[in-house]
């Protein structure tokens, strides 16, 4: 069979191709993308005034109710200064530890702490925020630290939210930003100090430039994936943001549900738009 | 670069605080596993293993146990297959459309997840009118798993030389025998990295799970997510955690130690194969 297979394909590299790529293109064409096209299409559905079926004809209501309807202008704000703030504290927090990682370090700790960074990265979403609830709660581990100070935790809300997220995403800032690092060839930070240079200038005005393309490559996720979330805000919050809107009216109302995904879709497509033209996708 | 004193000790300590910071939160779940209270205080009044034979014994943990073994399995089979397919055309042929490959191929993770999860969820019950249950799970995860293998595979495939399949041909191997005998050998490893990056990936998903899975559908992460509001549960849900993430970290530190040899480490969800390669998806 394999034989046969390989002599019908044997010097048509037009035919080896097409015999290559015609499964995963066709899943991820036909499966993803004409997925995307329906949720789309979805987006001008309507639910019937009785029956409350999903009516498939067209109409603009949906984005009528999105765009005019203040309790969602604020819930998609919100979540895009949420997603904002997460950015730049994975941002200020990745920097340091990135830069130790590839220009410190000796090779051995640097091996360690690549993979001290990449385990938490992967393991399970769903339970770190199920660490931080238990951590944030009244009689967690937050307030018991700062109760001999005569002060408390956070609690559940907003700034929840905001701790988790950067928590979760974290890892997603720092793997880009120290590869970036890591291109910089320690000549030019050599030649720098050389020119008499402080290290705070080296760091303006040679790391800054060369490493910005890579922080805008990790805020591509940190901002991406907390514009989706919905499961952090419902453990840590009562706050709604896009996502649990998404997910409550996915079963009521799909063609709202469908109307609203289309919001961090729009933002993504400008985000990645901006993102390119920052010269981060060589980073990506 | 010459730090002063100073400034590397500030580093150094600003990068101790980061670490603790990621390392914390999974320290203190690791405890309350073990916690012999029923509720969540701080500190834990005794240590005890009884909650590992009740979570064991706990039927509902180890049917979802079950179902997000064989979701993560059959995703990871299909990731596989469809992964090194296409990293093969994408690293051996040149062809009309190549660079966008790459594009198509991290999409369904670089756009929220929850966006995939509706997008599949209208078009199955919407469209294709099939009704949600394990295979539209199966689906899904295998749709954002395909770039794992993706990456991994082709990274291995731009690094050995093609001119070795060529000095194959040439010596009168038949394609198929160039492939098992070349080929396939040679990406050996970047294959079982894939897939078990893979597999952790999808055994631990719930944002795309929670829009393709029917009613009578329920993964480990399901089972945990409706299981935290049941007070009586707690003690139950605390240990099935522990074991969620040592699932998934020992894939990712097994994966990491099969690529290591070029210098290659678990790329950021696949989508990144940074690391300390250092080299860009085209």
């Known amino acids: 069979m394999g034989h046969r297979l390989a002599d019908l394909f044997h010097g048509r590299p037009r035919l080896q191709v097409g015999g290559l790529l015609a499964g995963p293109v066709g899943w991820l064409v036909i499966g993803y993308l004409g997925s995307l096209a329906v ?32 309790v969602y202008r604020s819930i998609t704000l919100r979540t895009i200064l949420i997603a904002a703030l997460v950015t730049l504290t994975d941002a200020l927090l990745a920097l340091p530890l990135a830069f130790f990682m590839a220009k410190v370090a000796r090779p051995r700790s640097k091996g360690l702490l690549v993979v001290a960074v990449l385990v938490p990265l992967w393991s399970s ?30 609690g559940y809300g907003n700034v929840a939210v905001w701790l988790v997220m950067s928590y979760i995403w974290l890892p997603y800032m720092i793997i880009p930003v120290y590869a970036g690092l890591e291109r910089i060839p320690n000549s030019v930070l050599a030649a720098s100090d050389d020119l008499g240079a402080k290290p705070w200038r080296t760091f303006r005005r040679v790391i800054w430039p060369l490493v910005f393309p890579a922080i805008v490559a990790g805020s591509i996720f940190t901002f991406s994936l907390t514009l ?52 981060a996708f060589e980073h990506v | 670069m010459r730090l002063s004193r100073r400034a590397e000790l500030l580093l150094r300590a600003a990068s101790g605080v980061t670490l603790a910071f990621i390392y914390i939160p999974l320290g203190v779940i690791f405890v309350y596993a073990f916690n012999t209270s029923r509720v969540l205080e701080w500190p834990p009044p005794g240590l005890t293993t009884q909650w590992l034979g009740d979570a064991i014994d706990n039927s509902g943990a180890r049917d979802a146990f079950f179902t997000s073994l064989e979701v993560a399995a059959v995703a990871t089979i299909f990731a596989l297959i469809l992964g090194s397919l296409a990293s093969l055309a994408v690293a051996r042929f040149s062809f009309f459309g190549r660079e966008t490959i790459s594009f198509l191929v991290i999409l369904p993770i670089a756009l929220p997840g929850i966006v995939t999860g509706v997008a599949l969820n209208t078009t199955f019950t919407q469209f294709l009118g099939v009704s949600l249950g394990l295979l539209t799970v199966v689906v899904g995860h295998a749709t954002f798993c395909i770039v794992v293998v993706y990456n991994n595979v082709v990274a291995r495939l731009r690094r050995v030389s093609g001119s070795f399949e060529e000095a194959s041909a040439d010596l009168g191997a038949t394609p198929w025998t160039t492939f098992r ?21 999808s055994f631990d998903e719930i944002i795309v799970t929670t829009f393709t899975a029917g009613a009578g559908t329920e993964t480990l992460p399901l089972w945990i997510f409706t299981n935290f509001s049941r007070p009586n549960q707690l003690p139950i849900v605390n240990v099935v955690a ?6 998934s970290i020992i894939p990712v530190y097994m994966a990491h130690k099969l690529t290591r040899e070029e210098g290659g480490a678990a790329p950021v969800r696949g989508a990144a194969p940074v690391a300390a390669e250092g080299t860009a998806v085209p």
Request: hydrophobic share 50%.
């Open chain 1, 39 to 70: 949720l789309l299409a979805a987006s001008f559905w309507s639910l019937g005034e009785l029956s409350g079926e999903v009516q498939q004809t067209f109409t603009l209501d949906n984005f009528d109710t999105i765009f005019t309807d203040s």
């Open chain 2, 242 to 247: 522990v074991f969620v993430i040592l699932i």
């Open chain 1, 125 to 154: 979403y769903l339970v770190k925020v199920y660490a931080w609830r238990t951590i944030l709660s009244e009689d967690g581990i937050f307030n018991w630290a700062l109760d001999p100070l005569g002060l408390s935790g956070p």
């Open chain 2, 181 to 201: 005998r070349v080929t396939l050998p040679s990406m050996q490893t970047a294959l079982v990295a894939g897939g078990l990056l893979a597999f952790g990936l």
């Open chain 1, 228 to 279: 989706g979330d919905f499961i952090t805000p419902s453990l840590v919050s009562s706050t709604q943001f896009i996502g649990n809107v998404i997910y409550s009216n996915i079963t009521t109302n799909l063609p709202l549900a469908a109307a609203y995904t289309t919001v961090p879709i729009a933002i993504m497509i400008v985000y990645l738009l901006i993102a390119r033209r920052l010269g």
